[in-house]
Every structure is written in structure tokens, then in C-alpha cells.
């Protein structure tokens, strides 16, 4: 998918309604891959509340959060950027797209246009984790210019089994 059919736009309260639409269309198709969210959440109060503490983590520089969209302003995925550190100027990224949307170059190429907006912030270098068998992710953070670091064991829990993930790292300076 080329990088002009879609959007990175900071999460807003305006998103709610479609942002809860989004998660529960994907529910199933995210609870594949990271541990799921609290039934409380799949509601008009659960997603609002979880815009709130979103923006809150924003403006206390903790918290980049965007939703990637199409050119019909339709939520094709989210991107958010976590531990932001402005003293060593790094931060950890994480991503989802839509089942609907995936296979179409959406997580590289918003983690291109992301690469860009956090560089022009200040950031050098940004990590990612992604888990083992998970060749999609990885081949998306590669093109990018992450190059692997380690394997953290035991890095979670999903469906009551322990993952381990790979560790990955880029640099926003040349």
C-alpha cells in the first residue's frame, strides 16, 4: 500500500466510537497474536476511558499514540510509540493492523512516516519487540531498518503459554 493512502493521526476522543468498531471487528484476529484486552474495554465507556489514559500519557511525554487511517478516515490500524526517554531520545514501537488491511505494506509503510515524525522530535533510536514465529512483524521492522539485538524469553504470556520474543533496535541518525 503506497504511504499517500493513508495517515498517521494522534488519538482523540473524536476516534471513540469508531476506534471501539475497529478493536471489535479485530478482536479475534488480534487475541491471536498479543494477549487480549479486559471484556470491560469493548464498550463505548471502555475505549473513551482508554483514550483518556492514552492522551494523559501523552501530554506527560510518556505516550505517542497514533491511528493509522485511510483516505476515507477509516481506522486501518494504531501505532504507538511507549517508554519515550527525551534524554537519550529513544522509544519502543508497537503496532496492529486491521485483519482486513494486512499483506498491503499498512504496518511499513506507517512505520516509515513514523521513522520521520519522530526523527524531526528529536529521537535517535527506537526498539521494537516482535514474537518469534511472527515472520510479519519481523519482516516489517527489517524493511525498516531494525536490525535484531537478542531473544527475550519468556517475554509475555498468550493463552497461558509463555513467548518469547526478538529484540530489535534502529537508529533515527545516520
Known amino acids: 500500500m503506497d504511504t499517500q493512502k493513508f ?3 494522534l488519538l482523540c476522543l473524536d476516534d471513540a466510537e469508531q476506534l471501539l468498531e475497529f478493536e471489535e471487528n479485530n478482536k479475534d484476529w488480534f487475541d491471536q ?6 471484556s470491560d474495554f469493548y464498550c463505548l465507556q471502555g475505549v473513551t476511558e482508554h483514550i483518556q489514559e492514552f492522551l494523559l500519557d501523552y501530554k506527560c511525554h ?6 493509522i487511517k485511510n483516505n476515507e478516515q477509516e481506522i486501518i490500524g494504531r501505532m504507538n ?6 534524554r537519550k531520545g529513544t522509544a ?10 494486512t499483506s498491503k505494506g499498512v504496518a511499513t509503510g506507517a512505520l516509515a512516516l513514523a521513522k ?4 524531526e522530535e528529536g529521537f535517535k533510536r527506537l526498539f ?3 514474537e ?3 515472520m510479519a512483524s519481523q519482516r516489517v521492522l527489517t524493511s525498516n531498518g531494525f536490525h535484531r539485538i537478542r531473544v527475550v524469553e519468556d517475554f509475555a504470556k498468550l493463552h497461558g503459554q509463555s513467548i518469547s520474543c526478538i529484540e530489535f533496535s534502529c537508529s533515527l541518525v545516520e
Open 7 to 9: 495517515t498517521l493521526d
Open 33 to 38: 497474536f498479543i494477549p487480549p484486552r479486559e
Open 62 to 67: 510518556q505516550l505517542l499514540p497514533f491511528l
Open 81 to 86: 510509540f511507549t517508554s519515550l526517554n527525551s
Open 92 to 101: 519502543h514501537v508497537g503496532y496492529r493492523v486491521g485483519k482486513a488491511f
Open 116 to 119: 520521520v515524525k519522530l526523527k
Open 128 to 130: 521494537a519487540y516482535a
Open 132 to 134: 518469534q514465529s511472527n
